[in-house]
């Protein structure tokens, strides 16, 4: 992954790499919602189908939660791990 692409996720506090279809995905975005919205934090998506870094590097993995643009949670996440992050 560039030093560009990273620097895209690091935009917002959160970013999930996600893929359609997913329900695991969708599980995780609710969560996101839930605490970064509660928080006031930054968040977005991002399709690892429609990027080919993104897909190269974590599609395996999906879906995968990045904190300021790093990588936190795969496949699931964990609403009060996550929330003790956002908090720090």
Do not use: I, N
């Amino acid at each position: 992954m560039t030093a560009d692409h990273v620097d895209a996720l690091a935009a917002y506090r959160v970013v999930v790499v996600t893929r359609a279809g997913c329900h695991l995905c969708d599980e995780v975005e609710a969560v996101v919602k839930r605490v970064a919205e509660g928080l006031g934090v930054s968040w977005t998506t991002r399709d690892v189908d429609a990027d080919p870094q993104l897909h190269a590097r974590w599609s395996d993995s999906v879906p995968v939660t990045f904190v300021d643009g790093r990588p936190h949670d795969f496949y699931r996440v964990s609403e009060s791990r996550l929330r003790a992050a956002l908090e720090r």
